[in-house]
């Protein structure tokens, strides 16, 4: 057959056009710009879980290996628990600590890090690489600039900065207004102003980003400080976040140190000195450490012990291990000497479970190591050493039954439209499996027999409802066959029920802008054909039905809902309008926000005068729908708010007649209207929270002076 030019050019354009993108995805990895087509800049020196980095030219997000090269205008993110150290070309160290996120900028002058959220550390000094750039962490629109200085930032979600100088000055540039802050200073940008204080609390160890090794449930975290001059009553917090919101310590230590037994996990802390005599806060910096899980890896397969047979030719080993969050790889050993020598397999793996091949038969030992994800635990974590027997043997190993789980319970309905599904694992040595299905442990009652060359089978429907027994054995080349598998069940019923997902049982759902809001539904797909029916009714009887419509899929929207409870469930259908399966009844409400609480007294920026009362009375109108109020009364010193008592009541006043709690001073109590199901402490809604500054004081004049020299009390 003779070909024409066109059946000639075609297959050779292609070929060139793949040549051509061949070469220019080879120009686009190796140009001297690196991948991103810029400059090298840095490199992310180690990580811990998840760092990820997206290219400038790029809208995709790949992960970060240790040691990989950084360019100009990357964008680098950490996830949960996770935290990425960067060395840039001029010296800066940078480390990003859980969900956080920056961009590396480099132009002539200077190194930009466009601080983009969460939290920070940067060090930095003159000097070295890069003709001593000097180093801008721009957020927002605040810039700070270091020089020979390291600096802690964090950035909420109010975007507002927080920053503490450990070592050295850095310069910090909000708006038009620009600071010097020093060593041991810690500085905040609000709305107004920039707020700076000195650290009177110096923290010492551990230094920030310590990891420390934990083998058991708990390990011991050694805590100190500078003890300050003066009688102070200080306090050791630590907390799961660097708002340092609702700590998971907080403990009273003396002498500068203290002790805590903490799990895994990644911390913060702080400590903070009360004055005695004047009441004023001292409060340090806040440091992040990570407890870090070393516990050897427990070892799952082989099991201990186990005897693997072939054959014909040397089995593929399945080894499984219990998987460790803080580490960065894993190294399994395999060995034929009890003390590991020589091995026979020595391989390094990011996942935790392999399948590998071994010479032959014999007794084989293994073990797992973890490389731990962090520069400061250096050493291997190595799991206890398990052995295997690897025999050749006439008799090989049964198949191993997967699906349907042993004793589960199977709906009578799904079995009869999709019939039943088995699944299995064999080895390499067996052609087919041979199924036997049972009504009856010692397999009298054969329901069905099956020979089949892969290792899944599904039967066709239907099956009566009872108890159901199966087994396999595998069908070699020549005829041969195994042994019997062990015994599997599963039971098939009539009776099942649809689990509703959205909206929860007693839910609050707050109504939209127009005069009605939509409400999504979504329940358990059964796996069945048939079609659901959705009735949601304003009573627990549904006997005032508001919607019934019937639904072909598992979820759907509602609109017209007004205020006010609900009720909802569902039911499936066949074609003829039978039922095959029903839910449970769930509830919900729709109801608006509760108001705001209007107070009576004390009111916002009043003072209360305390000579001649025994009681520090609250009242406030009631909120229309709330049958419960939150009070919580706070001591502001300092700048800090101390917390000295919160209540519940039911009524719209409250007297605080424990006058030991109060000082002189400035005050803030807040109000919140809640309104719980009745009969529970289950909330139902909450309004927004009132805030109430007042001050108290004892009604004596500032100029009055009492000269004595002694105070004698009497009874």
């Known amino acids: 057959?003779?070909?024409?030019?066109?059946?000639?050019?075609?297959?050779?354009?292609?070929?060139?056009?793949?040549?051509?993108?061949?070469?220019?995805?080879?120009?686009?990895?190796?140009?001297?710009?690196?991948?991103?087509?810029?400059?090298?800049?840095?490199?992310?020196?180690?990580?811990?879980?998840?760092?990820?980095?997206?290219?400038?030219?790029?809208?995709?997000?790949?992960?970060?290996?240790?040691?990989?090269?950084?360019?100009?205008?990357?964008?680098?993110?950490?996830?949960?628990?996770?935290?990425?150290?960067?060395?840039?070309?001029?010296?800066?160290?940078?480390?990003?600590?859980?969900?956080?996120?920056?961009?590396?900028?480099?132009?002539?002058?200077?190194?930009?890090?466009?601080?983009?959220?969460?939290?920070?550390?940067?060090?930095?000094?003159?000097?070295?690489?890069?003709?001593?750039?000097?180093?801008?962490?721009?957020?927002?629109?605040?810039?700070?600039?270091?020089?020979?200085?390291?600096?802690?930032?964090?950035?909420?979600?109010?975007?507002?900065?927080?920053?503490?100088?450990?070592?050295?000055?850095?310069?910090?540039?909000?708006?038009?207004?620009?600071?010097?802050?020093?060593?041991?200073?810690?500085?905040?940008?609000?709305?107004?102003?920039?707020?700076?204080?000195?650290?009177?609390?110096?923290?010492?160890?551990?230094?920030?980003?310590?990891?420390?090794?934990?083998?058991?449930?708990?390990?011991?975290?050694?805590?100190?400080?500078?003890?300050?001059?003066?009688?102070?009553?200080?306090?050791?917090?630590?907390?799961?976040?660097?708002?340092?919101?609702?700590?998971?310590?907080?403990?009273?230590?003396?002498?500068?140190?203290?002790?805590?037994?903490?799990?895994?996990?990644?911390?913060?802390?702080?400590?903070?000195?009360?004055?005695?005599?004047?009441?004023?806060?001292?409060?340090?910096?806040?440091?992040?450490?990570?407890?870090?899980?070393?516990?050897?890896?427990?070892?799952?397969?082989?099991?201990?012990?186990?005897?693997?047979?072939?054959?014909?030719?040397?089995?593929?080993?399945?080894?499984?291990?219990?998987?460790?969050?803080?580490?960065?790889?894993?190294?399994?050993?395999?060995?034929?000497?009890?003390?590991?020598?020589?091995?026979?397999?020595?391989?390094?793996?990011?996942?935790?479970?392999?399948?590998?091949?071994?010479?032959?038969?014999?007794?084989?030992?293994?073990?797992?190591?973890?490389?731990?994800?962090?520069?400061?635990?250096?050493?291997?974590?190595?799991?206890?050493?398990?052995?295997?027997?690897?025999?050749?043997?006439?008799?090989?190993?049964?198949?191993?039954?997967?699906?349907?789980?042993?004793?589960?319970?199977?709906?009578?309905?799904?079995?009869?439209?999709k019939g039943l599904t088995f699944s299995w694992r064999v080895g390499p040595e067996i052609a087919q499996t041979e199924l036997v299905l049972s009504k009856d442990r010692e397999f009298a009652r054969i329901v069905e027999k099956k020979i089949e060359a892969r290792t899944l089978l599904s039967l066709p429907g239907p099956l009566e409802a009872g108890r159901y027994y199966w087994r396999l054995r595998g069908v070699l080349g020549d005829g041969s066959r195994t042994d019997f598998s062990s015994i599997r069940t599963f039971t098939i019923v009539t009776e099942g029920r649809i689990g509703l997902i959205e909206p929860a049982d007693m839910s609050v759902i707050q109504p939209g802008e127009g005069k009605t809001t939509a409400v999504r539904f979504t329940w358990s797909d059964t796996g069945l054909e048939g079609s659901y029916l959705l009735k949601i009714s304003r009573d627990k009887n549904f006997s005032a039905l508001f919607k019934d419509p019937t639904i072909e899929g598992n979820t759907t929207g509602i609109d017209g809902f007004t205020e006010g409870d609900y009720f909802w469930k569902v039911t499936q259908i066949n074609e003829n309008g039978e039922e095959i399966m029903a839910s449970q009844v769930y509830t919900f409400d729709i109801a608006g926000e509760l108001a705001k609480p209007g107070v009576i007294e004390p009111l916002g920026g009043s003072t209360v005068d305390m000579v001649r009362r025994d009681s520090l009375d609250f009242s406030w109108r009631p909120v229309p729908g709330a049958n419960l109020y939150r009070l919580s009364l706070y001591q502001v010193v300092g700048g800090t708010q101390r917390a000295v008592t919160r209540i519940e009541t039911r009524n719209v006043s409250y007297s605080l007649t424990d006058l030991k709690k109060l000082d002189v001073g400035s005050f803030i109590w807040t109000l919140q209207a809640i309104e719980s199901y009745p009969g529970t402490n289950r909330v139902k809604r909450k309004s927004d929270e009132a805030r109430i500054p007042f001050n108290i004081t004892l009604g004596i004049k500032g100029d009055l002076k009492i000269d004595a020299p002694s105070m004698i009390k009497t009874e």
Do not use: C
């Open 1 to 417: 057959m003779r070909l024409s030019k066109s059946d000639i050019l075609i297959p050779l354009a292609g070929i060139a056009a793949l040549a051509a993108l061949g070469y220019f995805l080879y120009i686009d990895f190796t140009r001297p710009g690196g991948p991103g087509g810029t400059e090298l800049i840095g490199t992310l020196v180690a990580k811990s879980n998840v760092a990820e980095r997206k290219y400038t030219r790029d809208v995709i997000w790949s992960e970060l290996d240790n040691d990989s090269d950084l360019y100009n205008y990357d964008t680098i993110r950490t996830s949960n628990r996770s935290q990425a150290h960067i060395r840039l070309k001029n010296g800066t160290e940078i480390t990003l600590n859980e969900n956080s996120m920056i961009l590396l900028t480099l132009d002539e002058d200077e190194v930009g890090i466009q601080f983009l959220g969460g939290s920070i550390s940067a060090a930095q000094k003159p000097g070295s690489g890069d003709d001593g750039k000097k180093v801008n962490i721009i957020s927002g629109d605040s810039v700070v600039s270091l020089e020979d200085s390291e600096v802690v930032l964090a950035r909420g979600g109010d975007d507002k900065l927080q920053m503490t100088v450990n070592r050295g000055t850095a310069l910090l540039q909000t708006g038009d207004a620009e600071q010097l802050v020093l060593e041991n200073q810690e500085v905040s940008t609000g709305d107004d102003a920039i707020r700076i204080a000195d650290l009177a609390v110096r923290l010492i160890a551990p230094e920030n980003n310590r990891h420390f090794p934990v083998t058991g449930d708990t390990t011991p975290v050694d805590f100190s400080w500078e003890t300050l001059r003066g009688a102070f009553r200080t306090t050791l917090e630590i907390a799961g976040s660097i708002s340092m919101n609702d700590p998971v310590r907080s403990v009273q230590a003396g002498n500068g140190k203290g002790r805590v037994m903490l799990s895994d996990g990644v911390y913060y802390w702080r400590v903070i000195a009360v004055n005695t005599a004047t009441k004023k806060v001292e409060t340090s910096e806040i440091r992040r450490f990570v407890v870090m899980n070393t516990r050897p890896a427990n070892l799952l397969l082989p099991e201990n012990g186990a005897v693997i047979r072939y054959r014909d030719r040397a089995p593929l080993i399945n080894f499984a291990w219990s998987g460790n969050e803080s580490a960065s790889g894993y190294t399994i050993t395999v060995s034929k000497k009890p003390d590991m020598s020589s091995p026979v397999i020595d391989t390094a793996t990011s996942v935790s479970r392999v399948s590998l091949s071994v010479p032959g038969e014999g007794t084989y030992f293994w073990k797992v190591s973890i490389v731990p994800d962090s520069e400061q635990i250096t050493s291997k974590i190595e799991s206890a050493i398990y052995s295997f027997n690897v025999v050749k043997t006439d008799r090989l190993e049964p198949p191993l039954p997967l699906a349907p789980l042993d004793d589960k319970a199977i709906h009578a309905a799904l079995v009869e439209q």
